[in-house]
């Protein structure tokens, strides 16, 4: 019997464990979730016959390891802080590992470890990244096919709620790990831009913002997204002058998101005692500069912010609750740890909302040995949750998951070392499947007249 073991059973991992359990049920195969919380674990198994819930703290190195060396494969739905731990004892025991986050650093330096042991480590399996990169691929392989080569690339990733649906100042609803949300500027970013590197730090991210309309949905505002100049080695797009990768939210988000990060509490260093049974006023004023001034909290951030202390920006601070006198009560000690439990609280997907996941990509492309005109190939990706429970972020990121444990375990797979899902033979079946299950991507190509830079 073929042993699966899935670390992580929060909001990203229904859809993905209920469709191993039905790959079980065709198999030999045997599905155990691994959480801090054996209650959730055992409650997304739901009693299945093929599959088991148990207490699994990712820090306790024994059992990790343990479980670990017991299984054919394991798929990590951590957050990314662990994913270096899981990846490392996959290698030493000669596991593989499937993984929706980035594929960072120290698990790009055990490629070579993991190529002499046979093992794949499969990163960025999930939606954004993950669906966009096969999706992607798919388009850039075809454009090459025809001769053409691309200019411009821009990419954009989303999980919203769906139009009609956004219940709260912040037209957003928490459908993934919190965590990611809260720390989204954490590592700054770089992307290309007319031939030109751009670099943003941390604290500017939300800063550099741009429109996008998005046909179904309408007008959008994107920030760049993370590293976007690794996926121009990645992708094979050696002569785009404009290479973005980017994430949407609904106008508004970013300008009351950069606040939040200007007053510094998407922190995961600082360590504030008692943190539980402080009020979130009382953390906030943690933040702001000793002053002699006895003007209330809300003008003195509003003066630090350099913000209108009356504006709607000082209004979705004061609805989020930040200047509340109301116990914290999170488990953390950390000012992120924090607004993870705000969000929680403020922003959850309500009973009978829908989700909308957005995959969109513009490529720029030129055919210079031939007489076609040069293109703009605008492929979109729009799915909506069921309203019950199902969202749809939960099935874009667990299935392709899921399809890549199949086609791992079938035999189908023969990579090995640290990859992404750029790979013919990774993304075709998935895209082919997921296309299968309602996810398609729908095309529009238009002329581009020459002052278009293609």
């Known amino acids: 019997m073929r042993q699966i073991l899935v670390l992580g059973a929060g909001q990203s991992t229904p859809f993905l464990i209920h ?7 065709q198999h030999d195969w045997f599905v155990t979730v691994g959480d801090i919380d054996p209650d959730l674990a055992q409650q997304r ?4 016959a093929r599959g088991a819930g148990i207490r699994l703290d990712v820090n306790d190195t024994e059992v990790r390891s343990a479980q670990i060396q017991q299984a054919d494969i394991v798929i990590n739905m951590l957050a990314p ?3 270096d731990l899981v990846a490392w004892d996959c290698v030493n025991h000669g596991r593989h590992m499937l993984s929706v986050s980035y594929r960072d650093q120290a698990v790009r ?6 190529q002499r042991r046979g093992v794949l480590l499969l990163c960025e399996l999930g939606l954004d990244p993950g669906i966009d990169h096969m999706s992607a691929m798919s388009v850039i392989e075809r454009v090459r096919a025809k001769g053409g080569r691309i200019t411009r690339f821009c990419s954009y990733g989303s999980g919203i709620p769906a139009p009609g649906q956004e219940h709260n100042p912040l037209r957003y609803a928490i459908t993934w790990n919190p965590r990611n949300v809260v720390m989204a500027s954490e590592h700054g970013a770089q992307y290309m831009e007319d031939g030109k590197i751009k670099l943003v730090p941390f604290h500017h991210v939300f800063h550099r913002t741009w429109p996008v309309e998005v046909d179904g949905v309408g007008l959008l505002e ?3 997204n993370r590293d976007s100049l690794a996926y121009r080695r990645a992708f094979g797009l050696d002569h785009a002058q404009t290479v973005i990768r980017g994430t949407l939210r609904y106008p508004g988000w970013s300008e009351t998101w950069a606040q939040i990060v200007q007053l510094g509490l998407p922190n995961e260093d600082l360590r504030i005692p008692d943190l539980r049974e402080r009020s979130y006023r009382e953390v906030v004023e943690m933040f702001l500069p000793m002053t002699q001034n006895r003007d209330r909290i809300e003008v003195r951030v509003a003066r630090f912010l350099q913000i209108s ?7 979705n601070l004061e609805w989020l609750g930040l200047f509340s006198d109301e116990k914290i009560g999170c488990n953390g000690e950390t000012p992120a740890a924090m607004m993870v439990h ?7 997907l309500l009973p009978g909302t829908r989700d909308l996941v957005i995959v969109l990509h513009e490529l720029d492309v030129e055919y210079p040995d031939s007489d076609m005109p040069g293109e703009r190939i605008t492929s979109t990706l729009l799915a909506e949750g069921d309203g019950k429970g199902l969202t749809a972020m939960a099935k874009t990121v667990g299935l392709p998951t899921a399809l890549a444990a199949n086609l791992l375990l079938d035999g189908r797979i023969t990579l090995t070392g640290a990859q992404i899902p750029t790979h013919p033979s990774l993304y075709e079946p998935i895209l082919r499947e997921i296309a299968r299950e309602g996810l398609r991507f729908t095309e529009k190509v238009t002329v581009l007249d020459s002052a278009d830079g293609a």
């Open 45 to 48: 198994v739901a009693g299945h």
């Open 81 to 83: 802080r662990f994913q």
């Open 309 to 315: 202390p009356t504006g709607h920006i000082m209004e």
């Open 19 to 25: 469709r191993l359990l039905q790959f079980a049920e």
């Open 222 to 224: 994107a920030y760049p």
């Open 342 to 348: 705000l969000l929680q609280q403020k922003v959850p």
């Open 109 to 114: 330096d055990l490629d070579r470890d993991a």
